[in-house]
């Protein structure tokens, strides 16, 4: 019945959803719909209308409720990018559509968790830490690692990059951030990003990394950016008035900051001293060696022995150029299957996941708002339910992977 109903939409409407979820070509949308262009505009002039079944598709498409369609006007938003920080090569209002629905679906999550805490009588953590780029990254990293609370004695018992990650994300959870991750968003538009919104923050991990370790790395980076934006040394990405090559010494702060948590200093040199190598001469595979020890990436390794001065820059530039070498020649990596309740915990994280099912325990909110919430079927919920009980600790390697 819905293919031939005409929906009554507002034209205008139409036509902000369009922009509003990055298509500033109607093109890629009209060949999702199955019809031309043309027809598109057509509706968005007020010329014809979609029927009722192309309504919806359209709503899934840009992300909306399908009642946004039939408002008298269009709704007032504030921009996009006044809700996350400066990203490296993105101009504010150009982001992909896949970004725009990611950050889109991380403000909402956040909204929400704020309104059920509220709700249930809670007081979210308050995110305190500070940094500031006339520190040394050094002293940043040891601050911030001591906030996390990880022993270098625990560290050194984690088994694997999987069950580093897990400990990582709840450490940076228990310090008052929303650890999200988002799905079908390419890498080089973004590995992460933050929402530098204060009560409540929240960072966002790219699904597409597979790498556990290449996660834990992008986790700390976005997690100095925090730090950086709450002691007011950072801005969102409608204000930075920063140039590029301003920006870029606030990345690559952020990055030794990022290596310097997850390789403490005591750490590295203990290493050091059983592997005693001159400086500039590590190749690829004693790098993979020593990162190994710490759960983390060769990259992010090379990076703290570049700050360490283990490696000169140029040292460092010639032994970057054979590690993409060799990551270029690794065939792909394959993620595993995973269930809808893991791919939700995956992806809203666990404070998240236990907010909402505790709002529908105490009827605070109904099924459908918690399936809504967590974009999952009712039949998934008590799955859910089952994976909280397995402790972020665990050692299997999560299937959250995939897209």
Same mark, same amino acid.
Request: proline fraction near 8%; charge should be positive; avoid cysteine.
């Given at each position: 019945? @819905? &293919?031939?109903? !005409?929906?009554?939409?507002t034209?205008a ?7 509003e979820? @990055?298509y500033?070509d109607?093109?890629p949308?009209a ?11 057509a509706?968005?002039?007020?010329e014809s209308?979609?029927?009722?079944r192309?309504?919806q ?5 840009y992300?909306? &409720? ?8 269009k709704?007032?938003s504030p ?6 920080r400066r990203l490296? #090569? ?6 992909? !559509? ?9 403000c ?10 509220e709700?249930? #009588?809670?007081s979210?953590?308050e995110?305190?830490?500070?940094a500031?780029?006339s520190?040394?990254?050094?002293d940043v ?9 990880v022993?270098e004695?625990? =560290?050194?018992?984690? =088994?694997?990059?999987?069950q580093?990650w ?8 228990n310090l008052?951030v /929303?650890?999200?991750q ?5 890498l ?5 990003i933050t929402?530098?919104l204060?009560p &409540?923050?929240?960072? @966002?991990i790219n699904?597409r990394?597979?790498s556990? @370790?290449?996660r ?8 100095v950016?925090?730090?950086?934006a709450?002691?007011r040394?950072?801005?969102v990405?409608?204000?930075?008035q920063?140039?590029e090559?301003d920006?870029q010494?606030?990345?690559?702060f952020?990055?030794?900051v990022a290596?310097?948590v997850?390789? !403490?200093q005591?750490?590295?040199? %203990? ?5 005693s ?16 020890r /710490?759960?983390v990436t060769?990259l ?8 360490a001065g =283990?490696?000169?820059w140029t040292g460092?530039?010639r032994?970057?150029? %054979?590690w993409d070498?060799c990551?270029?020649?690794? !065939?792909?990596?394959? +993620? #595993?299957?995973a ?8 992806r809203a994280?666990?404070? /998240?996941a236990?907010?909402?099912? %505790?709002?529908l ?5 109904t099924?459908?708002?918690?399936c809504?919430?967590?974009?999952l079927?009712?039949?998934?919920? %008590?799955k859910?339910?089952?994976e909280?009980r397995v402790?972020? +600790?665990?050692?299997?390697?999560p ?5």
């Open positions: 019945m @819905g &293919a031939s109903i !005409p929906a009554n939409v034209p409407v139409l036509e902000w959803a369009r922009r979820a @990055g500033e109607p093109q949308v060949k999702r719909l199955g019809v031309r262009p043309e027809r598109l505009l509706w968005e002039r007020g209308k979609p029927t009722l192309q309504a598709t359209l709503a899934r498409i992300h909306r &409720a399908l009642a946004v369609f039939f408002l008298p006007e709704p007032s921009p996009l990018a006044a809700q996350y490296p #090569g993105i101009q504010p209002g150009k982001e992909s !559509p896949e970004l725009r629905v990611a950050i889109r679906v991380m909402q999550r956040r909204e929400a968790a704020i309104q059920l805490s709700e249930l #009588g809670y979210l953590p995110f305190r830490e500070v500031r780029l520190e040394s990254p050094l990293g040891r601050r911030l690692r001591s906030a996390l609370r022993s004695q625990e =560290q050194q018992q984690w =088994q694997n990059e999987w580093a897990r400990r990582w994300r709840e450490a940076v959870e008052g /929303f650890v999200f988002f799905p079908k968003v390419d080089q538009e973004a590995r992460g929402l530098p204060f &409540a923050p929240v960072i @966002g699904t990394e597979t556990a @370790g290449a834990s790395f992008t986790l700390m980076h976005e997690l950016h925090l730090a950086l709450l002691a040394e950072e801005d990405a409608l204000r930075d920063r140039s090559v920006w010494q606030v990345e690559r952020a990055e030794e290596s310097a997850l390789i !403490p005591p750490m590295l040199e %203990e290493a050091l001293r059983q592997i190598v001159r400086r500039d001469t590590r190749d690829v595979q004693r790098v993979r060696q020593l990162a190994a /710490f759960r060769p992010a390794m090379a990076t703290r022995l570049r700050a =283990q490696f000169t460092y530039r032994w970057k150029q %054979e070498a990551v270029a020649q690794l !065939p792909p990596r394959r +993620g #595993g299957f269930t809808p309740a893991e791919k939700t915990l995956g994280g666990r404070p /998240f236990q907010l909402v099912l %505790e709002a325990d105490s009827n605070r909110i099924a459908v708002e918690a809504q919430y967590l974009d079927r009712w039949d998934h919920l %008590e859910l339910r089952m909280l402790g972020p +600790g665990a050692t299997r390697e299937l959250d992977t995939g897209d």
